[in-house]
């Protein structure tokens, strides 16, 4: 189960899929995104590091008209649109009481009694991980060959009520559309910092 | 600088080496990180999608003895010969005042207008963005063929006082050692949910 790659660098191909050429798309190609092709994204994305395995990430998978029309109306006005025209938006959300599923999440020793009466700490851990796991969505949706659009425009507790309403501790994080991008829809790429502008070496 | 690879999906090399196949370590091989490879996985992780293109992240790459002793001292007991052990450790921050780079970093209309004067708003957007720009950089570190210790086990006001004291805008999110990973440091791998578990399809 375990392989090492040491100094084995992703061929350019694989790097400009998924980091130097991808975009972020506001509008999509009229094409499905298949049952199967969001199980991949989730196969691949639950693989990779969270804090003590805790796994916070619960995804809704936005594709039926009628739940698009339900998520449309907590949006901005401008990501309206967008929600209603993807063939799938992924509400990212997390759950305040993940440290209940450790004792099968994280075998070793009982973490859940690390996080047991810190709701504060619970809620930041919950929002980091969850965070994490939607940048690791997005890149394996973009490695399986789909493209991906990213949203915070929306009134969360509005969210949180139309799709996590039987479990109030669920909240949502961000939102994230998937599809096969409309290259029309995109402007040019906004500039990205030089090494030196943010990172310092010590 | 736009290419689509619809359908597209990157071998099962790369999906081991990125997702299914890397782990985390808790030790490292006596082996270098050079400064080219740091800024190489920068130069991936910079073109990842960040809300409004906001690139909260900050990020301070520890690697001589000196700084490794700085860091060590701010960490949980269990954490300290990680940090001195490993040939870099990355401290995650972010910069509550990202907005004021705006102009120039999302040249297309006004956003620092959008956060000015929301200071709750920024903070849990520099949050998120610096979390999803965290995860970025763990899979370019894997992707150039470098394995991951993430770290969450330290006192954030410390790191804060010891590395970003020059600019008390500047607030540690997590740390992440980066080096070559020594396969005799780490246990099985902890279980993954199947997709029902998190996942709704609506």
Redesign the interface.
Known sequence: ???????????A????????????YNGWLPKDVS?DQ??SI????????T?A?M?P????????DE?KQKLAACVSEGNEAKVLAAPVTVIIGYDIDFHEELP?????TDAKSWFEGDEKGREQ?A???S??????L???A???????G?M?GFDNAAVDKA?FGDNPRHKS??ICSIG??D?TT????????D?GK?????
């Open positions: 189960m375990t392989k090492q790659f040491h100094d084995t660098v992703l061929g191909e694989a790097l400009d899929q998924l980091f130097r050429k991808a975009r972020s049952d969001i199980r989730y196969e691949l994305l639950k693989m990779a590091p804090s395995n796994q990430g619960r995804f809704v998978w936005v594709k039926s739940a099968w999440l994280f075998p070793h851990g929002f980091r991980n965070s994490l796991q939607g940048a690791y997005m890149l394996a973009r490695a399986v060959g789909l493209d991906c990213p915070s799709f994080n961000f096969y991008g290259r995109i402007f040019d790429r906004s500039p990205r910092p090494f943010f990172n310092t070496i010590a």
